[in-house]
């Protein structure tokens, strides 16, 4: 039998068959997890987590003790015990990035002096080179109209450049992670121009990383034909990327490299497990599902100023009659925030600033207007155990989009921050190694007896 890209793809009258036996033997009551108290995501119904883990790396606060209860109250984050507004004032304070000393930061536990930031800028240079003929040979050769993908094989085929890929010592390990820290905007933009240019027949333009830039300045000028920017538009970029960094160990693909790294794998199985983690929509995917809602929204609401026009649109989404029919208003809502996700009150300052300055005033003010209406709409519509409020991913598409980023670089920027995360993760759970992650699953099937093939 002879393959070809076709058939190799293809969804033939077989396959939709046994998908329907699949559909038949696999429903499981949902009564069921509420009758055996299983908690659904890790999550309670008030959406508190289940506790499967330490970590020493950041710390998310949602709630406050009032008269000995805890109640909700403004997000908090802190990286290392730093407050992010901190971080985040501190750096804009001295009109410098950022993203080197917070990567720092993460990492080794403190925030570095003058010359610890030096020398370890220094060392994110050195390593930002990808092995020779790397570019023509993996990223060029077969290009993905999906980035994470392509950014998921390059990491992958850079374990056959390695020398020493299964040594998972710390020493190793760190070796490994700031390596690829260091080539993660090389890996999203080149494998974004080699799709652009082989997929969409557009021209190929292949710049080289400049050694005095920092992380947020190099995937501007790496993308942009002509690979200029604005100061401006630098910095809203490394807050971003500062912004997304790290988030706790329950997030989805946080624990993903928990779990994978309790294995004993290696670190480029690791970030590849994570990697395919982050490219879920419910994940970092969303900020893209919330650039292509406000799409939809801007091709069916007349008058952007309408709070019922904008109402009703919202309506229609979680009646599943909207965009992608999936019943969810993208941006909206968090796993852990009820009031508020403080990276988005960050994220919101900076993102009017740039608005103001780039001619996106109109936008900004929609965004607001669906921020502002949405709680209330889900309120209405769906039964609610705690409060709803933006998240990152609202505002940051906008972000992107002001930037001139194209939305197939979204999550790819979202793991070039979050990597940094993953990798101090990663070494945590080394460090601390432990029995390997293996949580239990009820079964709830019934024994058979066996019956011979030709009495079926």
Same mark, same amino acid.
């Given at each position: 039998m002879t393959y070809s890209n076709d058939n190799y793809s293809e969804n033939t009258p077989e396959i939709k068959s046994l998908a329907e036996k699949m559909l038949d033997n696999s429903q499981i009551d949902t009564g069921l997890y509420t009758k055996y108290n299983v908690k659904r995501g890790l999550r309670d119904l008030d959406g508190k987590g289940v506790l499967t883990g330490l970590t020493n790396i950041s710390t998310i606060k949602q709630n406050k003790e009032v008269d000995g209860k805890l109640v909700p109250c403004d997000g908090e984050l802190y990286y290392r015990g730093y407050n992010i507004n901190d971080i985040i004032k501190g750096i804009l304070d001295d009109n410098r990035f950022g993203f080197e000393e917070v990567t720092?930061? %993460? !990492?080794?536990?403190?925030?570095?002096?003058?010359?610890? !930031?030096?020398?370890?800028?220094? %060392?994110?240079?050195?390593?930002?080179?990808?092995?020779?003929?790397?570019?023509?040979?993996?990223?060029?050769?077969?290009?993905?109209?999906?980035?994470?993908?392509?950014?998921?094989?390059?990491?992958?085929? +850079?374990?056959?450049?390695?020398?020493?890929?299964?040594? &998972?010592?710390?020493?190793?390990? +760190?070796?490994?992670?700031?390596? !690829?820290?260091?080539?993660?905007?090389l890996l999203s933009v080149y494998g974004?121009?080699?799709?652009?240019?082989?997929?969409?027949?557009?021209?190929?333009?292949?710049?080289?990383?400049?050694?005095?830039?920092?992380?947020?300045?190099?995937?501007?000028?790496? !993308?942009?034909?002509?690979?200029?920017? &604005?100061?401006? *538009? /630098?910095?809203?970029?490394?807050?971003?990327?500062? %912004?997304?960094? *790290?988030?706790?160990?329950?997030n989805n693909s946080t624990f993903t490299t928990h779990v994978v790294t309790s294995s004993g794998t290696d670190t480029y199985s690791a970030m590849a497990a994570a990697l395919a983690s982050l490219k879920g929509p419910k994940h970092g995917g969303a900020n893209v599902k919330v650039v292509y809602m406000f799409d939809d929204l801007k091709a069916h609401v007349k008058d952007w100023k309408d709070d019922e026009e904008i109402e009703n649109y919202l309506e229609l989404l979680l009646d599943k009659k909207a965009y992608d029919k999936k019943g969810l208003i993208y941006g909206m809502g968090h796993?852990?925030? &009820?009031?508020?996700?403080?990276?988005?009150?960050?994220?919101?300052?900076?993102?009017?600033?740039? /608005? *103001?300055?780039?001619?996106?005033?109109?936008?900004?003010?929609?965004?607001?207007?669906?921020?502002? +209406?949405? $709680?209330?709409?889900?309120?209405?519509?769906?039964?609610?155990?705690?409060?709803?409020?933006?998240?990152?991913?609202?505002?940051?598409?906008?972000?992107?989009?002001?930037?001139?980023? $194209?939305?197939?670089?979204? &999550?790819?920027?979202?793991?070039?921050?979050?990597?940094t995360g993953w990798s101090a993760h990663r070494m945590e759970e080394l460090i601390n190694a432990g029995k390997i992650i293996r949580p239990a699953y009820m079964s709830i099937s019934d024994f058979k007896e066996y019956v011979p093939l030709e009495d079926r």
């Open positions: 720092y930061l %993460l !990492l080794f536990g403190k925030m570095p002096n003058a010359k610890e !930031l030096s020398d370890f800028k220094d %060392l994110l240079v050195r390593y930002r080179t990808l092995p020779s003929n790397f570019v023509r040979d993996v990223i060029l050769k077969a290009p993905s109209e999906d980035m994470m993908n392509s950014i998921a094989r390059s990491v992958l085929t +850079l374990f056959c450049y390695d020398k020493n890929p299964n040594d &998972t010592s710390i020493e190793n390990v +760190l070796r490994q992670c700031i390596q !690829l820290i260091s080539v993660f905007p974004y121009h080699a799709y652009n240019h082989y997929v969409r027949n557009k021209s190929l333009y292949i710049h080289r990383a400049e050694p005095t830039m920092s992380t947020a300045e190099v995937i501007l000028s790496l !993308l942009r034909p002509d690979r200029k920017y &604005t100061p401006l *538009e /630098a910095k809203v970029l490394d807050m971003a990327l500062i %912004l997304h960094m *790290e988030h706790g160990g329950g796993a852990v925030y &009820t009031i508020s996700d403080p990276r988005q009150v960050i994220l919101k300052g900076s993102v009017k600033k740039l /608005a *103001e300055a780039e001619g996106y005033n109109d936008e900004f003010a929609l965004y607001e207007k669906v921020e502002k +209406l949405a $709680p209330v709409v889900i309120g209405k519509k769906r039964k609610i155990y705690k409060g709803v409020a933006a998240n990152v991913d609202f505002y940051s598409g906008l972000l992107y989009s002001m930037l001139d980023i $194209p939305c197939e670089l979204y &999550t790819p920027l979202f793991a070039t921050a979050r990597i």
